[in-house]
């Protein structure tokens, strides 16, 4: 046991893996995977239209991260999710697609097979 303030105890190991922290940045275009299992922060930089897919997230129920989602210059790219990820009421998202437009998608892992999205954005 390990008390981590006055109102606060946990008990049992937690794996370095439960609180990845660091983020990956790649430029992407077509379909692509988001790792879940190798950080919590991904940020991606669309350089052409883009289908998202998470993966590697079996085991990995209750991770949250946010996806940052970048126009490049040109900008009008689309973005589709995979349907392994859950929007509010099953809603489609309508992403910023102006040049170098950002949004944000936070997400959190409920099971192996599904990944709950909510829409952040646009910011400018």
């Known amino acids: 046991d390990v008390t ?6 946990a008990n ?19 379909a692509n995977n988001v790792d879940l299992s190798s950080t919590a922060n991904h940020n991606i930089t669309i ?6 897919t ?7 129920r209750g991770q949250r991260g946010i996806i940052t989602l970048i126009q490049d210059s040109s900008g009008g790219h689309s ?3 995979n349907s392994l990820f859950k929007t509010p009421r099953g809603d489609s998202i309508s992403f910023d ?5 950002i949004s944000l998608m936070s997400y959190y892992v409920i099971d192996a097979s599904n990944v ?3 829409y952040l954005g646009p910011f400018s």
């Open 79 to 81: 973005i589709t999710l």
């Open 116 to 118: 709950a999205v909510n």
């Open 12 to 30: 049992g190991a937690v794996s370095a893996s439960a609180f990845p922290s660091k983020q990956t940045i790649a430029s992407q275009t077509g």
């Open 97 to 101: 697609t102006s040049a170098n437009g």
């Open 54 to 60: 998470p993966t590697n997230f079996s085991g990995r």
């Open 4 to 9: 981590l303030g006055a109102d606060l105890t």
């Open 47 to 52: 350089t052409g239209n883009i289908t998202l």
